[in-house]
């Protein structure tokens, strides 16, 4: 397969380091309209090719895909473009600006039969894959709710609100996770330094099965925290992607209520047993990702992260941030 990445900025050259090192495509081309980022690039890979306007890219009969990493405003029409010149597309999360530019592609890769994948990574990684396999075996019994933290200081973004940039990762890692959509969305949240442009935002969901989430995006605290909770009826299991080995920690611990006999007389008692840390695979998500895209090119396999799973975090996003921008309200879905 010949190939193409579009946008070299902060994340691009990891999807671009992870084609290149599969070693399966015979073309790699690498695209930028900033010259400064093109020549990083060939100063790192003076093997490949490099492109300064996309539209060359897209007009080239011999490009089979191509990788969308640029700001999340271009991914819209960028991606409309290379589906109507015939070309298979991954497109970084979020998958574009609003539902109905996501509405749009899904219709247009449908009409030209092409791939439409979206990089929603943390669907690829070990230690989400494990957890997923955890709940659906029934070990923590229902769940109850899960609560998730994912600050730093920056990285602060001008296009879009700290929801667009931080939330679509645990938005589709819950969703996943759950199999289900939220049907109740509400947020806080403020634009402390730039305005007009939220750094931190407290949202919380609501699932039809009755779990219940919350979810902390921020680019304005002091110390990186990656870490998720989930809490079940018969276990608890706590998700932390900064530690290097025990990533995920599931705790025999719970509270059980007995009904009372007679009126005031009920009981609660309080359950702490061991705590397992399980074992997961070592491999690099992206490569992964990347690897699936490719697959699904080749094959014609409709993709694990395709143009629907990038649908359903862009209405959360969407209504999470009119939320926000009314003053909290919670939104109905
Ligand atoms: N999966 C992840 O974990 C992850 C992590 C970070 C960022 N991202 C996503 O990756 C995307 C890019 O984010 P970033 O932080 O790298 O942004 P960035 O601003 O650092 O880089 C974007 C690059 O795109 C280039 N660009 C813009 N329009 C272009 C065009 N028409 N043709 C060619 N090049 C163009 C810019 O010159 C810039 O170099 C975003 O969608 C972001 O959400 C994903």
Redesign the pocket.
């Known amino acids: 397969m010949n190939v193409a990445v ?7 050259p ?1 999807l671009l380091r992870n084609i290149y090192e599969l070693h399966r495509t015979d073309r790699l081309i690498a ?4 010259p400064n ?1 093109i020549q990083k690039i060939q100063s790192r890979y003076p093997a490949i090719e490099t492109e ?3 539209r060359n890219v897209l007009a080239d009969p011999r490009v089979d895909a191509v990788f ?5 405003s ?2 819209a029409s ?1 991606g409309e473009e290379a589906l109507r010149a015939g070309k298979h597309i991954f ?4 998958l574009a600006a609003s539902v109905k530019e996501v509405e749009e592609l899904i219709e247009t890769a449908k009409t030209k039969n092409k791939i439409l994948m979206v ?4 669907e690829y990684s070990p230690p989400v894959l494990k957890i997923k396999e955890i709940l659906s075996s029934g070990q923590l019994g229902d769940i109850y709710y899960l609560s998730s933290s994912r600050v730093n200081l920056g ?1 602060h ?1 001008k296009d ?1 609100s700290v929801i ?2 931080l939330a ?2 645990d938005f589709s890692t819950i969703f996943f996770w759950l199999d289900e959509e939220p049907n109740r969305i509400s947020a806080a949240g403020k634009d402390f330094v730039q305005k007009g442009i939220p750094d931190v935002a407290f949202i919380n969901l609501e699932f039809p099965s009755g779990a219940i989430a919350h979810v902390q995006v921020s680019w304005l605290s002091p110390s990186k925290l990656r870490r998720t909770t989930i809490v079940g009826s018969e276990k608890m299991l706590v998700y932390d992607d900064t530690e290097n080995i025990e990533k995920v920690k599931i705790y025999d611990k719970g509270v059980d209520y007995k009904d009372p006999e007679t009126f005031g007389e009920y009981q609660l008692s309080y359950r702490t047993g061991d705590v397992v840390s399980p074992k997961l695979d070592t491999y690099e998500p ?1 490569r992964r990702e990347m690897e699936h895209f490719l697959n699904c090119c080749e094959t014609g396999e409709k993709p694990k992260t395709d143009g629907y799973n990038g649908l359903r975090v862009v209405k959360a996003l969407e209504l999470a941030e009119e939320s926000l921008r009314s003053g909290g309200r919670a939104i109905e879905l």
């Open positions: 579009i946008g070299l900025g902060y994340w691009g990891n695209c930028d309209l900033d980022k300064i306007d996309y969308i990493a640029t700001p999340v271009f991914h960028l497109v970084e999360k979020p990089g929603h990574t943390f990285l973004q879009v667009w940039d679509p990762h992206l």
